[in-house]
């Protein structure tokens, strides 16, 4: 009896020390923070959902990021901009705005998008809350759709002495669940753009048909140099032609007769 007590014990102790060792590994390790931000919207910072953002920068910057929504949710965006202690000499003008893989400019539905900071505020909070991405939508509306979205901060209005002044900028983002039910479909492909500039794509080139290259093969002579012939061209040798036999009639009723 006591060998079998001893056993369910150690059982019982082995249970309990696996759980929370599963737990924790069913866990998503948290993401590691970001602190550096785009300059435009091919070098925007991509960050996801409760991602610790915190960049250094000057009054002026235009600073951009970039996430990614699924269909149902509804990203809310929240910046916080701590401002110069020392140095400003007036109001700022602050604004948030979130662009669609199309660079198509989203309403926002909740929050502080453009306040206006007085000159002895030490910080000035902003925010946007999209409308609930949708599966799909017809090629007219402008409805938040799946795929790739880009955040820009930046001031507006400024006294151009402040300019280049140090600050700094939290910003957080959340993607809770709205109505999965509240429309019916499917998008084909997501909105995500090709970030690839100076880069050409390529296939495969395409074959040659049999009766051309049988062509070819006949005739080394080709036409090919030769412009295509429109109604443009006839216009202007006929425009040419009249004012040489224009220039001609005139030339003859303007001239002197010699005498005899």
């Known amino acids: 009896m006591k060998i079998k007590h001893l056993a369910a014990t150690g059982v019982a102790a082995f249970l309990v020390a696996a759980v929370p060792s599963a737990a924790f590994a069913d866990d998503p390790s948290p993401a590691p923070a970001v602190n550096t931000a785009g300059t435009s919207f091919l070098t925007a910072v991509p960050i996801v959902s409760s991602q610790q953002v915190q960049v250094g920068a000057v009054t002026g910057d235009y600073l951009y990021w970039q996430f990614t929504a699924e269909a149902g949710q509804r990203p809310d965006l929240t910046a916080t901009v701590t401002l110069p202690d020392k140095g400003r000499t007036g109001d700022e003008s602050w604004i948030i705005e979130v662009f669609d893989g199309l660079r198509r400019r989203q309403a926002c539905v909740a929050g502080e998008q453009s306040p206006v900071a007085a000159k002895d505020a030490a910080q000035v ?110 216009w202007t040798a006929g425009g040419g032609v009249l004012a040489a036999i224009t220039g001609l009639f005139g030339f003859s009723l303007t001239r002197r007769r010699r005498r005899v």
């Open 125 to 234: 909070t902003l925010g946007c809350r999209l409308r609930q991405v949708r599966s799909w939508a017809e090629p007219q509306d402008g409805d938040p759709l799946p795929g790739t979205y880009y955040v820009r901060l930046s001031s507006t209005t400024m006294p151009e002495a402040d300019l280049g002044l140090p600050l700094k900028v939290s910003l957080g983002l959340a993607t809770p669940k709205g109505d999965l039910d509240a429309d019916q479909g499917e998008l084909a492909k997501p909105l995500v753009p090709n970030n690839q500039p100076g880069t050409v794509l390529s296939g495969p080139a395409p074959a040659a048909s049999p009766s051309a290259a049988a062509d070819a093969d006949e005739s080394s002579f080709s036409l090919d140099w030769l412009p295509d012939f429109s109604g443009r061209w006839f």
